[in-house]
T-cell receptor
Framework: DAGVIQSPRHEVTEMGQEVTLRCKPISGHDYLFWYRQTMMRGLELLIYFNNNVPIDDSGMPEDRFSAKMPNASFSTLKIQPSEPRDSAVYFC????????????FGPGTRLLVL | SQKIEQNSEALNIQEGKTATLTCNYTNYSPAYLQWYRQDPGRGPVFLLLIRENEKEKRKERLKVTFDTTLKQSLFHITASQPADSATYLCALAGPGGFKTIFGAGTRLFVKA
């Protein structure tokens, strides 16, 4: 398996623009997680899905952030409009189960909002 | 609020020595504690998981202890190698396992 795939790997955009991050989880994994990592706040869980259904989005910082999982092999995280404070590395991770199961992380998308 | 503390200062050790990293937590009753390794520019990679009813777990040169009374986990790398240089993250998952929270990580440098 190729592991968790994320695109793009790097994104530079201007404040106010819409940003869409994409993730393909490992086949057969029922859980998908979106994280954000910054120097100041470390790694934070934004939202996670189970069988394509959002379960907990309490980590989503604002209404500007939205996530979807239209099928088992694809998820998006959208920021609209983007702001400089959204600059971070965004990771997608997947796992087969929630308990007693490690999460497999993708390589991340490094986002810079100017 | 829930809080995880890892030594923010980098740990520098000599090759061959044992590296010991600390993870302390407050206001939390985790069912599981995990350790991840993260290299620059890459996502975290799972290393070990230990349950609340386990005191110690080993995997090759790695050893993790979990003291729920002290609310602390220690992560040991024996016979450390320069290739072990990375950031190590501690993560906790609650009884429901429904949210994993991560510490900020400790940077380890192993000198040859």
């Amino acid at each position: 398996d190729a592991g968790v795939i994320q695109s793009p790997r790097h994104e530079v955009t201007e404040m106010g623009q819409e940003v869409t991050l994409r993730c393909k989880p490992i086949s057969g994994h029922d859980y998908l997680f979106w994280y954000r990592q910054t120097m100041m706040r470390g790694l934070e869980l934004l939202i996670y899905f189970n069988n394509n259904v959002p379960i907990d989005d309490s980590g989503m910082p604002e209404d500007r952030f939205s996530a979807k999982m239209p099928n088992a092999s694809f998820s998006t995280l959208k920021i609209q409009p983007s702001e400089p404070r959204d600059s971070a590395v965004y990771f997608c991770a997947s796992s087969r189960k929630l308990l007693e199961e490690t999460q497999y992380f993708g390589p991340g998308t490094r986002l810079l909002v100017l | 609020s829930q809080k995880i503390e890892q030594n923010s200062e980098a740990l520098n050790i000599q090759e061959g020595k044992t590296a010991t990293l600390t993870c302390n937590y407050t206001n939390y009753s985790p069912a599981y504690l995990q350790w991840y390794r993260q290299d620059p520019g890459r996502g975290p990679v799972f290393l070990l998981l230990i349950r609340e009813n386990e005191k110690e777990k080993r995997k090759e040169r790695l050893k993790v202890t979990f003291d729920t009374t002290l609310k602390q986990s220690l992560f040991h790398i024996t016979a450390s190698q320069p290739a072990d240089s990375a950031t190590y993250l501690c993560a906790l998952a609650g009884p429901g396992g429904f949210k994993t929270i991560f510490g900020a990580g400790t940077r380890l440098f192993v000198k040859a």
